[in-house]
């Protein structure tokens, strides 16, 4: 198969270099970042709970230096570092725990303190992280402030960054984002924002990141988590039906499942974590191998 150029960006998501599932050492961080800029990667998301904030120091520390107009990173609000036992999910974490705070004044402390952990005086873009059982005060205090920041031209662009379609699809219809990052919602295996957020994305020109294409590794050979949680026997069957669709065609199940989600127009970037260099090599070079129409159909 040659190697084709894929209309959508491809991202590096940072979660996993704070220590997602099992520890990495600064070291292999940078590594990881530094192995992406060299394959051309420019775009980095992160956020103050990635790790208690360790992801956001670790891609401040490595993208210090770089060409700033040459990169693009996003950042999140709607969590506050406060002193406390970190997110078990992330091994190796500072002793600090993220609590939710959608205020006006939450919304500033927190990008304040991601720029002080960044070691920038910008980001380009900032989203409203995960407001799923708050969405009525991020609505109505968190995104005001965001838009102000835009109009003042603090940040660039401002939206919101969730596991689910229906209420990014809220924020589209209520307000004036740039853009949505839906995670695990548009896959081979979970198609949900394809019934509403991603047609009225396209509609509106709201840009689209998808993130967690593999869907917490289900859709990685011998992944067995779906959803950050153990896979349900369903979902390995839908798995199955895909995996043999895919050796039909002769092509990775990881290509598949990396650039199903930038087919659809709305989709502008496409987020992938990566823990070490090879995984950014692996996922770059599957990002763009030639995948045939008629799997596309198949699926």
Known sequence: ???????????????????????????????TIDSAWELGVRVFDTAPLYGSGLSELRVGEALRGRPRDEFVLSTKVGRLLVPGRADPMFAGAPRARAVFDF?????????????ERLQLDRVDTVLIHDPDDHMDEALAHAYPVLEQLRGEGVVRSIGAGMNQSPALARFVRETDVDCVLVAGRWTLIDREAEEELLPLCAARGVDV???????????????????????????????????????????????AALQFPARHPAVTT?????RSPAEVAEDVRLFGLEVPDGLWADV
Do not use: K
């Open 1 to 31: 198969m040659n190697p084709i150029t894929v209309p959508a960006r491809f991202g590096l998501g940072c979660a996993p270099l704070a220590g997602l599932y099992a520890e990495v050492s600064e070291d292999d961080a940078r590594a």
């Open 103 to 115: 205020s006006r004044d939450g919304v500033l402390r927190s990008l304040e303190a991601s720029l």
């Open 209 to 255: 990141l998808a993130g967690g294409v593999f869907n917490s590794g289900a859709l990685a050979r011998g992944g067995a988590m779906f959803d950050y949680a153990p896979a349900s026997q369903e979902v390995l069957d839908r798995v199955g039906r895909v995996t043999e669709i895919c050796a039909r065609w002769e092509v990775p199940i990881e290509a």
């Open 270 to 274: 496409v987020l992938v974590g990566c």
